[in-house]
């Protein structure tokens, strides 16, 4: 298996909702600019490591770092918003073409959030290439 690391620096943002806007009778959707400011942080980092985009399924793990608020001085783990999946999504759809072809071949994830003690807020990415797994269909027939 082939995996590759990295680490994004900055605050993480999660993937918010598109807004929809009416005006003139013309209707059209955007997504909000700080979410799309974070997308493309992340992508421009992954360019930076990743040649070519993974073929095939992948795993995806990520630990988002956040800032911790003065009020929960001695936690580690976020059980507050900004929701954990909305997180993921923006990591997903930014490495999108980078890391891999398409957000579909993502087969697996996992996810954690934590408080950073010193550092600065970021998040660590790893992908994962599942590529050359073993055929389980194939080896329980075999059985």
């Known amino acids: 298996m082939q995996n590759i690391q990295f680490i994004v620096i900055g605050e993480p943002v999660p ?6 806007v009416r005006k003139g009778g013309r209707t059209w959707s955007f997504t909000p600019k700080k979410v799309a400011a974070w997308e493309k942080t992340v992508k421009e ?5 990743f040649n070519e985009p993974f073929l ?3 795993m995806v793990s990520m630990i988002f770092y956040l800032s911790r608020p003065s009020s929960r001085r001695k936690d580690i783990w976020v059980s507050t918003t900004p929701d954990l999946d909305n ?4 990591i997903l759809d930014a490495l999108n073409g980078v890391a891999y072809t398409d957000d579909r ?3 697996g994830k996992n996810a954690q959030k934590k408080y950073v003690r010193r550092e600065e807020p970021s998040v660590l990415i790893r992908v994962t290439s599942l590529s050359q797994q073993i055929n389980l269909t194939k ?5």
């Open 15 to 20: 993937k918010a909702r598109a807004r929809t």
């Open 87 to 90: 997180l993921e999504k923006a």
């Open 45 to 49: 980092e992954a360019k930076k490591i």
């Open 105 to 107: 071949f993502v087969v």
């Open 139 to 143: 080896f329980s027939e075999n059985s």
């Open 56 to 58: 095939g399924p992948v």
